[in-house]
């Protein structure tokens, strides 16, 4: 079983700055995807980052260029980098890990409990 554990929100006043971590254990592929969703009241979750093994990464629009992510594949280590912290940043973090298994075809999909991250005008 895979487990996500996530840390580092909190509140912060805009244009301020956090950091999250998600560090994944259990039984997974190392070409594994890692990254962050968030989800705000009333709306849908949304991609906000991800970052292959490799090194490869994706953003969402509305934070490039505020946020980076990183990660650390000896310690299975997601992190979210957030700067310039605005009131429609706040949301509920989630990390997700996507181990996904080509030759069977199968994406195993996992997250973490969700992480709270308040941006105050």
């Known amino acids: 079983q895979v487990q996500l554990v996530e840390s580092g929100g909190g509140l912060v006043q805009a244009g301020g700055s956090l950091r999250l971590s998600c560090a994944a254990s259990?039984?997974?592929?190392?070409?594994?995807?890692m990254g962050w969703y968030r989800q705000a009241p009333g709306k849908q979750r949304e991609l906000v980052a991800t970052?292959?093994?490799?090194?490869?990464?994706n953003y969402a629009d509305s934070v490039k260029g505020r946020f980076t992510i990183a990660r650390d594949n000896a310690k299975n280590t997601v992190y979210l980098q957030m700067d310039s912290l605005k009131p429609e940043d706040t949301a509920v973090y989630y990390c997700?890990?996507?181990?996904?298994?080509?030759?069977?075809?199968?994406?195993?999909?996992?997250w973490g409990q969700g992480t709270q991250v308040t941006v105050s005008s």
């Open positions: 259990g039984s997974f592929l190392s070409s594994n995807t």
């Open positions: 970052m292959a093994n490799g090194g490869s990464t």
């Open positions: 997700n890990l996507k181990d996904v298994r080509v030759i069977a075809r199968i994406t195993y999909d996992y």
